[in-house]
């Protein structure tokens, strides 16, 4: 059975980075990344729209649970704004699902613009970007978790706090 690190916060906060880094930190064990923005390519999902999130993350949990047995961690970026869904992955993995928020100022993420998508939202070719100028909110969650303040941490500390918490 895989540790399901589920690490959520808005775009440009460094949930895809990290996962990345603790993929090369943790070696010797099979790891599977599930990208929301590859994932949304994948299936073809670009809108933003509260079904169609809905729509792309219930996919990745489907896809979290048939990979299930076939890696030791699966580690899934994505925003998945609604806590109806990160509940639901809590629900289905229980002690294995362990919720990562992301965090970082909307200032320092607008200045990161990482993919450029804040810049798009800024001039309106966006609508809907999560925390920016969008009709959904990203809920926080009712269940445990932790957060990393990546205005505040290093990729490094962000990693250990991240492997602690999951006990990896």
Not at 70 to 75: E, R, S, T
Not at 112 to 140: H, M, Q, V
Request: net charge positive; with cysteine.
């Amino acid at each position: 059975m895989a540790k399901i690190i589920w690490l959520t916060g808005l775009s440009g906060a460094g949930k895809t980075t990290l996962s990345k880094e603790i993929k090369k930190t943790v070696k010797k064990r099979k790891i599977l990344i599930l990208d929301g923005d590859r994932f949304r390519k994948k299936t073809g999902q670009f809108s933003f729209s509260k079904k169609n999130i809905l729509k792309n993350n219930l996919q990745i949990i489907d896809h979290c649970k048939k990979n299930y047995f076939k890696y030791d961690i699966i580690l899934v970026s994505v925003i998945s704004p609604l806590k109806k869904t990160r509940h639901l992955a809590f629900n289905i993995f229980k002690e294995n699902y362990f919720e990562v928020y992301i965090h970082a100022k909307i200032k320092s993420l607008v200045t990161r613009d990482t993919k450029g998508l804040y810049n798009l939202a800024k001039k309106g070719l966006i609508k809907n970007l999560i925390g920016f100028k969008s009709k959904i909110s990203y809920e926080k969650s009712n269940h445990k978790y932790i957060k990393i303040n990546t205005d505040l941490l290093t990729i490094k500390k962000s990693v250990i706090k991240i492997l602690k918490y999951s006990k990896i």
